[in-house]
């Protein structure tokens, strides 16, 4: 391919085309369009849903090219049956550049190139340059001291934290695990999706507190389902149906 590199994730390298080139010359990095599915093709059949997983897909190449979102440059989106009055995209891609702001093109579409998907983004984006690598610093033995000490990042242990930090105190939060969230631990299931194990609804009536943090930083809130039955499965594998 002479200086032009080709992008590949691990389930990408047998199809015909890449998901990202980067031409080594210009350090430029050309993204193919992301759709909204899992890693088996599937798309689910809500909008918000593929606009979710469009700009994870994007998220993925960028962090395989050793890109960062603030290095894109042109975003370019493509909506089927885009309605002006309901711009639902504007929030995720809003919350996905938090504050990068690149030249964006937004195309209304009758279709995309499967009937499934109503969503695909494309983007250009200027790598950093190569850095030369600096002399490591002399290794020093370093100290820290806090007024306290919390031992799990669950959401006891980030409020406790929140609540020092308020009142004047120091603290360091450890975590023995890659992530926060406490008995929320996200699996991947064998279709691709995501499902979260232990996470549990709340609401604005009885849990003022936590509704207050999640609309203080901003997380997604979606509306529980309160149609149909709940699936229950216990530790036997078996399935039971309830109101």
């Not at 809500?46 to 890109?67: C, F, P, T, V």
């Not at 370019?76 to 929030?91: E, P």
């Not at 001291?145 to 959401?155: E, P, S």
């Not at 999706?193 to 003022?208: C, E, M, P, V």
């Given at each position: 391919?002479?200086?032009v ?8 390298s ?37 606009i ?89 033995t ?19 934290a ?36 232990g ?45």
């Amino acid at each position: 391919m002479g200086n032009v590199k080709t992008v590949d994730l691990e389930n990408t390298s047998g199809a015909y085309f890449a998901p990202g080139t980067l031409s080594s010359a210009s350090r430029v990095l050309q993204v193919s369009g992301q759709v909204g599915s899992a890693k088996d093709g599937t798309a689910p059949a809500d909008y918000e849903s593929q606009i979710h997983l469009a700009l994870l897909n994007l998220r993925k190449i960028l962090i395989a090219a050793g890109a960062r979102v603030e290095n894109i440059t042109k975003l370019t989106v493509y909506v089927v049956n885009y309605d002006a009055a309901n711009r639902k995209h504007t929030r995720h891609i809003q919350k996905f550049l938090r504050g990068h702001r690149p030249a964006m093109t937004l195309v209304p579409v009758d279709k995309l190139a499967m009937p499934q998907w109503l969503f695909e983004i494309d983007a250009t984006v200027a790598l950093p340059p190569v850095e030369a690598p600096s002399r490591a610093p002399p290794l020093v033995t370093a100290s820290e001291k806090h007024d306290v000490v919390i031992v799990g990042a669950g959401l006891a242990g980030l409020t406790a934290a929140h609540e020092l930090i308020r009142a004047g105190l120091s603290c360091i939060v450890l975590e023995a695990r890659d992530r926060i969230g406490g008995k929320t631990w996200s699996q991947e299931l064998p279709s691709g999706g995501i499902i979260d194990l232990g996470a549990a609804w709340i609401n604005d009536t009885n849990q003022s507190r936590i509704i207050a943090l999640a609309r203080k930083y901003g997380a997604d809130l979606i509306e529980q389902n309160t149609d149909g039955y709940c699936v229950l499965q216990n530790d036997k594998g078996e399935i039971s149906l309830f109101p």
